[in-house]
């Protein structure tokens, strides 16, 4: 093991036996590409914040009400509005 899966010359596969005209090229456990494959990476920001909210169109539903919130209270504090991308980044400081 491990026959390989590739998809835009990336490993999305292994597989203990060929599979024929899928996985067909053989690569031994220490290999780079099977290591990178086999290795969690931590994930992104915007996979953070989907699983935080377990699913994307309630995520972003969520995100506009909070933005919009967010809004309104520093219009009544008299501070000025943030953009997205600054509630964003925001969020990424308080998120797991």
């Not at 093991?1 to 220490?30: H, N, S």
């Amino acid at each position: 093991m491990p026959y390989v899966k590739r998809t835009g010359g990336v490993i999305t596969a292994l597989y203990a036996r060929p599979q024929p005209g899928t996985a067909e090229d053989y690569l031994p456990e220490d290999h780079p590409d099977v290591v990178e494959y086999r290795t969690p990476r931590p994930p992104t920001d915007a996979e953070r914040i989907d699983a935080a909210f377990h699913g994307s169109d309630t995520a972003r539903v969520i995100f506009e009400a909070l933005f919009e919130l967010a809004n309104d209270v520093r219009g009544l504090k008299g501070q000025p509005a943030i953009n997205r991308g600054q509630l964003r980044d925001w969020l990424k400081t308080k998120l797991p």
